[in-house]
Every structure is written in C-alpha cells, then in structure tokens.
C-alpha cells in the first residue's frame, strides 16, 4: 500500500449512494486498494469478470448471489428470470442496507453485465450502498464496450473515477534498497508497476528478470513437480479454479504465495501471472489439459456452459463444443447478452461441419439473431443466408421464409432497403407457395413494416392486415404484435384516432409476449406517428413513456430513437436550445443507428441553417446521403426540406427545384399530406408554382392554424406574407425572437423592398456575431476551448472551479448544437 494512502482516503470520503470506477494499467494495484478499503467495511459483495474467450453472461451477478447468500437472486438467476428482473432484484438487495459491493475486472464483463452496471449508476444515488468497479484502463480502447457503458454514466452525478498511478522512482527505490538492488535499473525495468516490481522483487538473488513473465516461471521453477503441475492446470481456468481441480500440491503453491486461497477455489494473485504460466506450458499439453478440465467441470452440477463450451474447444473436443457452446449462448442471450451469444454460436458453427442439415440451420438461424441484437449486422446477414440456404434443402418453407423475413429488417437496418424488399417479397411467395403457418404471418409482417416505413400506407395496412390474420390463427403473439405495429403506424395519414387503437393494441401484444423490443417500438411509433402529424401533446406523452421504458430497461439503441424525434419534436415547437441539444447527444452516442442518425442530423442542420450558424450544410448533406440510402419517403422528406430551406436563406432559391422535386413527386404518389404541403411551399419559394391537392394537411390550406398546432417558426412565416403591414412586422418580431437571425434578415429584406421602413431593430452585431446566445462568461469558456485546455486550466485562467467550467462547457455545447469539444473549437475556428 506504499502510496496510496490519498487513494484510500479519497475512497473513504464516498458517501453512500454512488458507483466509483478504480482504474489502471494491469498490475497497477486496483484490488490490493480495493480490498484495503474493504477490510474495515462491515458488509462487502464480490463479483468478478472472467477472461473466458467468451465470458460468462452475468458472471459477477452469481458470485455476488453465492457470496452473499441470496436466496431469492440466486433462485432468480437459476430459474432464467428476464434481465430486468434480475437488475431490479440487484437493486433491493444493495437497498437491504449499507454494503460495499465490488466489480473487479470490468474491462473483461458480458454484455449483460455492462448493462447491468449502467442500469445501476443511474440508479444508486438511493440507496444506502457503495458499489466499486475496478478496469484495466489500457484494454478500454474507444471502441471497448465499457467505454460506452463510462460515456453514458459521465455526467450521472453519484458516479466517481479513481485513476491509480504508478509507483514513483521513490518508492521503487525504497523498496528496493534494503535488499541490495539497483533502484534505478529496476525502476526501468516495471516502470513503476507494482506487480512488475514485486514480482522482480521475490527473486532476489537472481538477476532482475526483463519480464514479469521471466520473473513468475523463475518464482514457479522453485516449486516441486507436484506443485508446478498444479500451476499449469490452474493457469488454463481464467479466475479461479476448483481446489478438487487443483488436485495435489496446491498448498505448496498457496504457501509459496503463487495462489491464492478463497473459500473453496484458488487463483493466481493477478492475471499476469496466470498468463505467463499458460504461455510456459507445452503446445502438445495444452488440448490434453483442457480435456481434463472439461472432464471434471462436466460433472459437476450447475456449471456455467460458457466455461464449459470455452474448454471444450481449447481441447479440440467438437462435439463437446458444439453441445456447450449452444447453451451458452442461449443463456447469454436469455439475459440481454447478445454480443456474447454472438461469439457462443460463432464457436458452435466452427465445429458444426458433420452435423445434422437441420442443426446447422437452427445454428445459424439462432446465430443471425443474435447478430442482430449486437449489432453485428453484417454477419447477421450472411448467417441468415446460410440459414435460409439450409431450410430449402430440407425442403422447411416456413422456416425459410421466416429466416428470411427477418433479414430483411436487418437488411433495411444497414440501408440496404432495395435487397431488403426483394427479400421479404421473396418470403412471401415462398410461405404463400407452401402450407400456410406462423412462417407466412411473419413475412406478411415484415412486408408491412417495410412498406409503412416507405409510407406506402394502403399498401401496410392491406398486408399487416392479413398477418395479424394468421399470426392470430397460428398463435404467434410475437408477430401479432408486429403485424398491429406496422397497421397501426401506417394510420397515422389518414386516421390518428385508429393509430392510436391499433397501436395500443400492438403494445399489448408485445407485453404478452414479453417482447421488450415490440413494447419499445409500439411506445415509439405512438410517440413519431403522433409527431409526424403534429400532434404534440399526444407525441410528448408517448416518447415521454418510451424514453422511460428504454431507460429502465437498458435499450439505449431504441431509447436514441425516441430522443432522436424528441428533438424534433422541440425544434418544431422552438425550443431550439434543447432540441440543438439532444440532436447532437444522439450524433455523439449512437452513429450505427442510421434513422436515428439521419433525424438528428436533419434536425441540426435546419436548427443551423435558421439561426444563421456555420456549417449548416454538413448535417444536411450527412442526412440527406443517408436518406437517398434508405428511400423512405419519412427519411427523404425532412432531409430534402431541409435543403431546399437552406438553399433559400442563403440566397440560392433556383436550386431548390432540383433539391425537392423528386421527392416531391414521391410524397404525391404515396399522398403524404404533410410531405406534400411542406416541399410544395418550398417549390413556391424556388418560383415553382404548385397547386395544392385536397388531402393536403390544413396548416398549409389556412396558415393561421400555424399557432394553433404549436409551430412558432411556420406561424412567424406565415404573418410575414400577410397583407397586412402590421402583422408582417410582428411576424419579423417573431422570428428574431426565435433566434431565427438567418431567416429574419431574408424577411426583413423583402419587406423593405415592399416598402415597409419601420422594422424591428436588428440584434446588436455581438449578438450577430453570437447566433447560439452565449453568456459572456460561456464565450470565455469557448474562446479557451478553442485552445484544447483542459478544465482545470480554464478554470485556473477564469479564477473559477474546474466543476464550474463544466457545467459552462455542457451549456456550450447544447447551444452550438454540437457533442464534443472539439467540435465547438472547431466552430470557433470557423467563425473567426
């Protein structure tokens, strides 16, 4: 503990109620640390990460349930309980009272139990608990899944980080000179790392090994035979392994101190080590230990298959493989842990060659699932054609088409809406040429959804019909609630009030079925549908509950979705500042997840474009490329409006012709009537005139109802082009209170070349010069940004808090409308 002693004491200043992250480079001394502190606590938890290829879906939520002797968790956990159960049980047990409870080895954590720890941090602020996770900061690159899991929780206010640093040449050297050895040299050589320097350390009559890897075979070469043995076989278990494992000579290892004894198992006393034996043991012996580990954990009771599956192959053992792996996944998945179940089949179908046709289909069918799931969508696709290729041999229509039916979501996933159409047709006629059966309703489904996505709305509401149909008739709940999600959302055009049924239906459906995604999606095309036409109450109400069921639940890839139409919803309704906000939350957090991408995109273009801010065409354009990928018309109409507006206020209007035309024609042979209004007022402003159909939405037939729907921008505009003078100035007045500066210069210019002389003044040029409304203090903040200071350093120039400088540097960054620092210095850089 040389050191360490303001760790501690940090550590000890953590009231109850928060999440702490203890950091560092392997060997650094997280746990010694950790389990420092924890000797005075009087109630403490483990739970460890295993460094299985594969680790085990929710690993530390068992061993927290074994040691605490929680009945009711491990009885949750045996019975496959739904991972919001298990979370919420978590939680009552860090509720029973005060406790520490540690996570150690993060960085090697399930996907599950990434979910599990964001579940947690937004949560403890609570309870009377103190929960500690310990990472190796060095595994946790920017793609690491943790990292997201620290991203999402960097603002949460009851999450800590503690980084752990190396030893100092001081205290290398006082560790080093009462045994003789050259301080310097061995400072060199670890670097300061505390396990390095203790590891070269317990050899002292040898000469300073190069490598830890070097100094724990010189420690284990002193062992007997017996004990040696022990090492090898130990060191092919990542964590800890069995004392009836660990066979005899063990208590020579624990002696000598290369393992460690805790309950009934033993471990290395740090990865590393266990490392550096593996990598010592023979390549000839490997497979044969393996096998001999398989074969003890096989007969054991209520093993966990990953581990299972994990030494079956490291053993080359396929058929043993091919059982375990299977079950591993389907646990893993049972929990949320899709990237693991991913990695499951992927072991499975290397071993899968000789295998019966229908078990390879069922593995890759399974496989293209979970791919899914994790995002994976590329071998999603590939394992789904492969699937689907089997199913045919066998002559399996239904199950064919049902693989191939959901492809072609994943396909309209990746924008690859084309293929995804060919695809579900496809499905279709193969169900519809075959006996009919749940196959057929779920490509009936499928079919429906892609057509009310491209807002073909007669033509979803005819084909989802038809499988809520047999979905009824086969007794699949699932694709029932599907079908109604796809029926209902096409209502939206023509009929809100039957939407808002059908819909509602649709959510039932999904609860019954314990479908978490159909609930989350129901929820959200309540929550769009209503928005798509305007109806803001209504559209709040339902993204509210679905931003709330995403967050309870973890589902942060839909929850993106809802916060993308969130933001559009607020800057249709003018509130700028936050719907600038949560566009760019939504760029900064979730890239992959292409409608969302494209909405707040969209979003933060027209916010640009209107308030005169720079670089408003970069988002546009990154939507609208994106929205050509897709070919909805719900992707194609906002991005091409928003061109158009922009080419508008920026004195181009010749080019909006080319910009909307197209799609203009789009929105009129699918009838969309307010795709319709809005790129038909565009076209005017480019000099196109357009007659107005009869379907066409009411706002843009009488424009006073503007202000009744809730749209201050559309309502300003449309007093700008009365005939009364008065009400063209009020309509001026409107859009500079909006902050719409770009928009209101357009007008104001027109206006004067009418006639009118009296204008509202103009903002002050400081206020031209500053479109996002920076405070003084917050342009100081930004002035400084631009120089890539950390907020320490800001706050050391402005004599204010670092705290402080943070909260000015989120304000910034929701006005700009961007999500990181250095694209507000980039803005700087551009506006100067």
């Known amino acids: 503990m040389l050191e360490r002693g303001a760790l501690l004491a940090a550590l000890g200043e953590v ?3 928060a999440m702490v ?15 420092a502190f924890c000797a005075d606590q009087p109630l403490v938890r483990y739970g460890f990460c295993d460094a299985l290829g594969t680790p085990r879906a929710l690993g530390p939520l068992h061993d927290i349930a074994r040691s605490s002797h929680d009945s009711a968790l491990a009885g949750l956990l045996a019975s496959g309980a739904d991972r919001h159960t298990l979370f919420t049980a978590f939680l009552d047990l860090l509720a029973a009272g005060p406790s520490v409870t540690v996570v150690e080895d993060a960085h090697w954590a399930d996907e599950a ?23 190796r900061s060095e595994e946790v690159g920017r793609d690491h899944p943790l990292r997201r899991v620290l991203g999402d929780l960097a603002t949460a206010r009851p999450v800590r980080r503690l980084q752990v640093p190396a030893l100092t040449p001081a205290a290398v050297a006082e560790l080093a000179e009462p045994l003789g050895l050259d301080a310097d040299q061995l400072f060199a050589v670890t670097d300061g790392n505390p396990f390095f320097v203790t590891e070269a350390l317990s050899a002292p009559g040898e000469e300073l090994p190069a490598t830890v890897r070097d100094a724990v075979l010189a420690r284990a070469a002193r062992l007997g035979r017996e004990a040696r043995a022990v090492l090898d076989i130990v060191s092919l278990v990542p964590d800890r392994a069995e004392l009836a494992l660990a066979g005899k000579g063990v208590e020579e290892c624990i002696e000598s101190g290369m393992l460690l004894l805790e309950g009934q198992t033993v471990r290395f006393r740090h990865e590393l080590a266990r490392r550096a034996i593996e990598s010592d043991v023979s390549p000839v012996r490997l497979p044969v230990l393996h096998g001999e580990v398989l074969d003890y954990l096989a007969g054991l009771d209520e093993v966990d298959p990953a581990r299972l599956s994990y030494h079956a192959e490291a053993a080359g053992d396929r058929a043993a493989a091919l059982k375990y792996a299977p079950l591993a996944a389907q646990r893993a998945a049972e929990v949320g842990a899709y990237r693991q179940a991913a990695d499951h089949y992927a072991r499975a179908l290397r071993h899968v060659s000789g295998a019966s046709v229908e078990l390879q289909a069922s593995l890759w069918r399974d496989s293209a699932e979970a791919c899914d799931n994790s995002g994976y969508l590329a071998e999603s696709i590939k394992a789904s054609e492969r699937s689907a290729e089997l199913w045919a041999s066998l002559g399996e229509v239904g199950k064919q088409a049902t693989v191939m039916a959901r492809c072609s979501h994943v396909l309209w996933k990746a924008g690859r809406n084309a293929e995804a159409h060919a695809m579900a047709r496809e499905a279709v006629s193969l169900a519809e040429a075959g006996t009919p059966g749940p196959g057929l309703a779920m490509a009936y489904a499928a079919l429906a959804r892609l057509l009310m996505l491209g807002r073909d709305m007669p033509g979803a509401i005819a084909l989802g ?28 055009l023509t009929d809100p009030e039957r939407a808002v049924a059908v819909l509602t239906a649709s959510l039932d459906a999904a609860v019954e079925a314990g479908d978490q995604m159909g609930v989350a999606s129901a929820m959200t095309n309540l929550g769009s549908g209503a928005g798509e036409v305007r109806r803001y109450d209504l559209a709040d109400h339902w993204l509210a509950a679905a931003a709330e069921y995403c967050s309870d639940r973890d589902l942060d890839a839909s929850g993106s979705y809802v916060q993308a139409w969130q933001s559009r919803s607020l800057f249709e309704r003018g509130h700028w500042t936050e719907a600038g906000a949560r566009a760019a939350a939504v760029l900064a957090a979730h890239t992959q ?7 707040a995109n969209v979003v933060l273009g027209r916010l640009r474009a209107r308030r005169g801010d720079p670089d408003a065409d970069t988002p546009l354009q990154r939507g609208w490329e994106l929205a050509v990928q897709t070919g909805d018309l719900q992707r194609l109409w906002p991005a091409a409006a928003g061109l158009a507006e922009h080419a508008w206020l920026t004195g181009k209007p010749e080019l909006i012709e080319g910009l909307v035309a197209e799609t203009y024609e789009h929105a009129v042979q699918l009838k969309h009537p307010w795709a319709v209004g809005e790129l038909a007022q565009l076209l005017r402003l480019g000099g196109v005139e357009t007659e107005l159909p009869e379907y066409v939405a009411q706002p843009y037939k009488n424009e006073e109802m503007w202000q009744e729907v809730g749209c201050p921008y559309e309502a300003a505009l449309a007093l700008t082009a009365s005939e ?19 928009t209101a210069e357009v007008v104001a210019k027109q206006l004067r070349e009418s006639g009118i002389q009296r204008l509202p003044r103009r903002p002050r040029a400081t206020t031209r010069e500053n479109p996002a409304h920076l405070t003084d203090r917050e342009t100081e903040v930004l002035a400084l940004l631009a120089e890539d200071l950390r907020n320490v350093d800001i706050g050391a120039r402005l004599h204010i808090s670092p705290k402080t400088v943070d909260h000015h540097v989120s304000s910034i960054l929701g006005k700009l409308g961007v999500s990181s620092r250095q694209e507000a210095a980039q803005w700087v850089r551009r506006t100067r």
């Open 465 to 492: 019909t038809r499988a809520a149909e047999y979905a009824e008739r086969f007794g699949d709940t699932q694709a029932l609630g599907r079908a109604l999600n796809a029926v209902g959302s096409a209502h939206w």
């Open 15 to 17: 009231e109850p109620g």
């Open 113 to 135: 139990t990434l979910d599990l720890l964001l579940f947690v941090g937004r949560r403890i602020d609570e309870l009377p608990a103190l929960v500690i996770v310990t990472y």
């Open 724 to 742: 009364d003078p008065e009400q063209q100035v009020d309509g001026l007045f409107g859009l500079q209170q909006l902050g719409a500066w770009s």
């Open 21 to 35: 992250f203890v950091s560092g480079e392997a060997g650094i001394g997280k746990t010694s640390l950790v389990r």
């Open 593 to 599: 997840h292409v409608p969302s991408y494209i909405v």
